[in-house]
């Protein structure tokens, strides 16, 4: 419900100016701006409780305590065109986004001992187990963004501003692989694998605010740095090796204008 309520506010940010023109009828001003984005993302994920990992499952190690830790990362590009209010200090931009997002599991068992137990079968009243170093999920995006931005601070030719945007996106691929610490194990690495695979969508949606500011130079061009938050995916069926809680990151851009 906060999702949906985020982007509802930041449309009425959008339209409230507009409801003063009938009163004093002012001058609508539109400049285009052909952006080129770049940027970092910051996932908060935790590994799914139905992934089969066990830590501690050799009698060798009877008291040892083991870990398993996920880091996550994600990284994009966007080609995208806004269309800018200066008077009322509101810009609408879409355009196509590429983004991908990576997955790396590690554990130990003990100290020193650096791979982790991962239950890929059982035969009879016997569970199958592999000694596994790493386990990796990489995933492939194509998004529409559609974003609101308003800018209602400047100073030295500096903005300020905030954005809400929905980016409906397609999976173009999903891969997941693992290394195991023996390496006879490779024989058996699709059957392990398989035992990971859980399924994700093929169709997804980001939503996502921001706050940033803009330098305005001499040309008309406009660099700008922002800061993503209150930012998740629709629907969680995103990973198969992760949950996921949402996510934050950082973006670059720099604006050609399209027409002066």
Excluded: C
């Excluded at 139905?50 to 398993?68: L, M």
């Excluded at 609408?92 to 239950?119: C, E, K, P, Q």
């Amino acid at each position: 419900m906060r999702k949906i309520s985020f982007i509802w506010v930041m449309i009425l940010i959008w339209l409230s100016p507009f409801s003063l023109q009938a009163q004093d009828q002012p001058v609508k001003v539109w400049s285009g701006l052909l952006q080129v984005e770049g940027g970092i993302f910051f996932p908060r994920n935790s590994i799914r409780e139905d992934i089969p990992i066990r830590q501690t499952v050799s009698h060798a190690y009877p008291g040892a305590q083991g870990h398993v830790t996920a880091t996550n990362m994600g990284l994009h590009a966007a080609l995208k065109w806004e269309g800018y209010n200066q008077q009322r200090k509101v810009g609408f931009a879409t355009g196509i986004r590429y983004s991908t997002f990576i997955t790396d599991i590690t554990g130990s068992v003990a100290y020193n001992i650096n791979y982790f137990y991962l239950r890929y079968g059982v035969e009879g009243a016997d569970a199958r187990f592999a000694r596994v170093t790493n386990i990796s999920e990489e995933s492939h995006f194509l998004g529409l963004p559609l974003e609101i931005r308003y800018a209602p601070l400047e100073k030295n030719r500096v903005h300020y501003y905030i954005k809400g945007g929905i980016e409906p996106i397609y999976r173009l691929m999903h891969r997941n692989n693992i290394h195991f610490h023996n390496q006879e194990m490779n024989a058996h690495k699709e059957t392990v694998v398989e035992a990971i695979n859980n399924p994700v969508d093929a169709f997804n949606a980001k939503i996502y605010g921001a706050f940033g500011l803009s330098l305005h130079l001499e040309n008309g061009g406009q660099i700008a740095g922002e800061v993503l938050f209150a930012s998740s995916f629709l629907r969680n069926e995103v990973f198969s090796l992760t949950q996921s809680e949402g996510f934050s990151g950082i973006r670059l851009s720099y604006s050609i204008p399209f027409k002066k």
